[in-house]
């Protein structure tokens, strides 16, 4: 008899996700979680029904450039499917973007929003890039717009009418590199009211969008100032924008990327002249946790077909699932991911008071370190939970057609995106050393400690403020080091401040859980807790003479 192995397949991608709802549960107001629960639900069946289907096709087809029409006209033309298309349609009538600011959650508004997203991304073929860039534009508008920016730009980038739904692109990336923006050679001349831009974009995701936020430096001045340009004038040409190519990438096929040259492009400064690296970071805020809120419904979305596969697939006379082996390695991704989703929506919950003016000293300072670190932790484990995913499914994982191999090559970008992991480090290095984040993230997860009273979670709450003093140790011996033997160790420093951190997370949870009688928060507390949380030797030149021994980039000791 022939034999067909059954495929993979997912339900309800919010019924079938306990991790998420006892999440809302936990931080909700009951009134709340009854009101918006339907609406999740609806959404989490759409996401299965409509959006995937879209997904696949935008994938398998990628946008095109045309450069020139049958006469001869430049007229860079990026030719979308029209799958791509009602998935942008989506994100408006769902209220991806909108549901954040029209604060109908009051300070819940953003926990709303980031349960919607995560249902949303999975399924969307990375259409949440342009989401992102588009949530971190209105944000820059709402803080530091002129009054016809908000009138036009952040109304359509709020819009749920897709015929007047905008998204915005973010033009950061020059040749001469993308984290340090210090390089920027886009320059900004003067003329009459506005300003036109000169210059070469390397990177610009989200090329379709109807605006974008940019650097560049005003002619005469040192600092970078940031811009708001709209690509299209009223006739819907290019506004002295040419599109070298697009970019060929690992992964996010369906999302185009393009090079572009700016030539006296129509511009209007944003905020004040030569703030344009501080006016940023706000945008910087927004897109590096929407980067995290991918990363986790990637893991999501993962584990959750390797999960029914198992339940299928039969290996040496049974479904692999009863191999012990096998059971364990799916448990231990899914603790993984438990962790990062505690993580993630918790900033989304500090995010929403912080902009409601809700926030405490204490929670301010804390979110300042926790985006660096959120964004950082969640990106390295999302790839390396896709890579196992991809693996669970032996061949089967590494052919195209299955659509599983895009789960990992997209995966890969969000380690890259916002911020690449060593950028990230030194951030919040630079949030500890220079904005004195440190006591208020320490305070705060002494704070949460304080509340893990259940007899059960004694012995792992001990673990845990071990580490805590295992970290204020190491910044008491900080002051005798160089800034690069502190740099040389920041990301060690911050994996284990992601991982303490997180182990006061998984504890609250695992508290409330008992008090609901679910044990399962303290089920996976306990194997979270298998691992060590924090441990960095501080090592000063000659270690890194030793480094550029075994990398050959120096003299051989």
């Known amino acids: 008899m022939d034999f067909y192995q059954v495929p993979p397949s997912i339900g309800n991608q919010y019924s079938e996700d306990h991790i998420l709802q006892s999440i809302l549960k936990r931080h909700l107001p009951a009134n709340i979680f009854a ?9 989490g ?35 979308t499917t029209k799958a791509w298309d009602r998935l942008h349609e989506i994100a408006s009538e769902e209220g991806i973007v909108a549901t954040g600011y029209e604060r109908k959650s009051g300070e819940y508004s953003r926990l709303h929003q980031f349960a919607k997203l995560y249902l949303y991304h999975p399924s969307s073929a990375i259409y949440s890039c342009p989401l992102a860039m588009t949530d971190g534009a209105a944000r820059v508008i709402e803080l530091f717009g002129s009054p016809e920016m908000k009138k036009k730009a952040y109304a359509n980038l709020l819009s749920r009418d897709p015929k007047t739904f905008w998204t915005s692109g973010q033009w950061m990336t020059e040749r001469t590199g993308g984290s340090d923006v210090s390089g920027t050679s886009t320059v900004a001349k003067k003329v009459g009211d506005h300003y036109e831009l000169h210059g070469v974009k390397w990177f610009t995701s989200a090329t379709t969008s109807q605006m974008a936020m940019t650097l560049a430096r005003i002619e005469g001045e040192e600092k970078l100032s940031m ?18 190519r697009l970019k060929d990438k690992l992964g ?3 999302l185009p990327t393009a090079e572009l040259t700016l030539e006296g492009t129509p511009a209007v400064l944003v905020g004040e002249s030569g703030k344009g690296v501080k006016t940023i970071a706000t945008l910087f805020n927004i897109t590096r946790l929407y980067n995290a809120c991918c990363s986790v419904g990637y893991m999501h979305r993962g584990i959750a077909l390797s999960l029914d596969y198992a339940k299928k697939r039969k ?15 799916m448990a231990d991704l899914h603790v993984r991911f438990e962790a990062c989703m505690q993580m993630t929506f918790h900033a989304a ?15 301010s300072g804390t979110l300042r370190l926790l985006i660096p670190l959120v964004k950082l932790f969640t990106a390295k484990e999302g790839v390396a939970i896709s890579s196992e995913v991809i693996e669970s499914f032996g061949g089967a994982g590494y052919v195209e057609d299955t659509g599983l191999p895009q789960i990992l090559r997209n995966a890969q970008v969000l380690a890259i995106w916002e911020g690449t992991t060593n950028v990230l480090s030194l951030d919040a290095l630079r949030a500890i050393k220079k904005e004195n984040a440190a006591p208020a993230f320490l305070k705060d997860i002494e704070m949460r400690l304080g509340q893990v009273k259940h007899p059960e979670l004694q012995g792992m709450k001990e673990k845990t403020l071990k580490a805590l003093g295992d970290i204020q140790k ?3 011996n900080a002051a005798k080091l160089t800034e690069e033997d502190l740099n040389t160790k920041a990301r060690s420093l911050a994996m284990g401040l992601s991982r303490t951190y997180n182990s006061s997370l998984m504890l609250e949870h695992a508290e409330w859980g008992l008090s609901q009688n679910d044990s399962s928060g303290a089920i996976s507390a306990k194997r979270w807790f298998e691992q060590e949380l924090f441990h960095l030797e501080l090592a000063g030149e000659e270690r890194r003479n030793d480094s550029r021994t075994i990398l050959r980039t120096g003299p051989v000791r």
């Open 349 to 363: 919950v500090l995010l929403g008071k912080e902009e409601m003016g809700k926030a405490t000293e204490i929670e």
């Open 252 to 254: 996010t096929k369906a």
């Open 474 to 476: 190491v910044f008491v």
């Open 227 to 244: 811009f708001y340009v709209e690509l299209r004038n009223a006739k819907g040409e290019l506004q002295n924008i040419r599109i070298n």
């Open 315 to 329: 290996a040496f006379g049974k479904f692999i699932i009863d191999h012990g082996l096998h059971l364990e390695t």
């Open 45 to 79: 069946e759409r996401v299965v029904k409509e959006m995937e289907p879209l997904a696949q096709e935008a994938e398998a087809n990628p946008p095109i450039h045309v450069p020139y029409d049958p006469w001869g006209k430049r007229v860079d033309e990026i030719k």
């Open 35 to 43: 009101e918006i629960e339907p609406e999740l639900k609806k959404f």
